[in-house]
């Protein structure tokens, strides 16, 4: 089995943020971790077996309340952002994770 940990990019606050790509007998599994969408993850993920990816959303009306909502998006991968990810990398099967719905008292999740 081999392991190797890649760079990914978890917004410019944030340093270091890791995915990791596992192989063994001819299998893969790529796992984002916490990550913007990025470049180095995706040439990690192209070909894998299974690539598992954080998503992260809000709803509008929580986004438009605080800005702090937008900075923690910000750094996180939508669903839709992540599908594209998904779709380029090409794998047998795709897998979310670590999936966030922010809210707050007044917009439910």
């Known amino acids: 089995m081999r392991v190797i940990a890649f760079e990914v990019d978890h917004g410019d606050l944030i340093h270091p943020s890791f995915g990791f790509k596992v192989e063994h007998a001819g299998h ?7 990550t913007r969408p990025s470049t180095n993850l995706l040439r990690h ?27 923690i998006l910000d750094h ?8 594209e990810i998904f779709t380029q990398a090409a794998p047998r099967l795709a897998v979310y994770c670590h999936l966030m719905l922010l809210n707050d008292l007044v917009v439910p999740p």
């Open 45 to 71: 993920a192209r070909g894998t077996d299974l690539p598992v990816h954080q998503a992260a959303a809000a709803r509008p009306e929580l986004l438009a309340r605080s800005s702090s909502w937008c900075d």
């Open 28 to 34: 893969s599994v790529v796992i984002s971790g916490d």
């Open 76 to 83: 996180h991968t939508t669903p839709e952002q992540a599908g």
